[in-house]
């Protein structure tokens, strides 16, 4: 709100009594309509006045000063091997999952967490998307490890590591400001899990297995 009074040229609290105060009415917090601003911003303009002039300059403050953060999806699983090829197959069924899963948009990576446990990760704006990328990359290691004789674990399925205090759910805040519609008609960091890994050189011969 400040950034867009400064934008505007004009008093904090001008901007609050055209529509501030309305967007803690109904919503839960106006920090809430702005984060749904980013995806329907209509839906929130139809709730309050305001100016074609107003919305310019909010959502471009909103733009600016919210913008989609990257986020983190991970997925761990169990490698085993007790053929000959050993280290080899899970090396080579590793590889095969980043030869069709890992580009420019999606860099997975793959670590070992201590044996036979290992992980898979992509950053990414595009959480569905990354999310696609590793369930096919789970598909493909689990099977080339099978076509070497080796066996395939699912640990933990693709999970957002870590959360943000503004990863809020759309549909939840919408429920919200129907609730306070309701209700006006009657009356009225978290911390990122840095898990430790170590990185597996898909490229060398540093990878580990504790069968072999």
């Known amino acids: 709100m400040k950034f867009t009074a400064f934008a ?3 008093k904090l609290i001008e901007l609050y009594e055209a529509f501030g105060w309305d967007l803690y009415d109904k919503f839960d917090h106006a920090y809430d309509a702005f984060k749904l601003c980013l995806t329907d911003p209509e839906l929130v303009f139809s709730k309050v006045t305001i100016t074609e002039e107003q919305k310019k300059a909010l959502m471009a403050s909103i733009n600016k000063k919210m913008a989609a953060a990257p986020q983190k999806l991970r997925t ?6 007790y053929t000959y090829e050993g280290i080899e197959a ?3 069924s590793l590889l095969a999952a980043r030869a069709e899963c890992s580009d420019d948009k999606f860099k997975m990576v793959f670590q070992m967490i201590a044996p036979p446990e290992y992980k898979a990760e992509v950053v ?4 569905p998307g990354a999310t696609e990328r590793l369930e096919k990359a789970l598909e493909i290691v689990q099977r080339e ?12 399925g693709v ?3 870590g959360t943000r205090i503004d990863d809020v759910d759309n549909d939840k805040i919408i429920d919200n400001m129907n609730r306070n519609e309701d209700n006006e008609g009657s009356q009225d960091s978290s911390e990122e899990d840095e898990g430790e890994g170590i990185d597996v050189d898909l490229d060398g011969d540093d ?6």
């Open 8 to 10: 505007l040229h004009c």
């Open 76 to 81: 761990t699983f169990n490698l085993h091997c």
């Open 90 to 92: 899970i090396k080579e």
């Open 124 to 127: 990414s704006l595009d959480k």
């Open 145 to 156: 490890i099978k076509a070497r004789g080796g066996q395939f674990k699912l640990v933990q």
């Open 159 to 161: 999970t957002r590591i």
């Open 207 to 212: 990878i580990q297995d504790e069968d072999n």
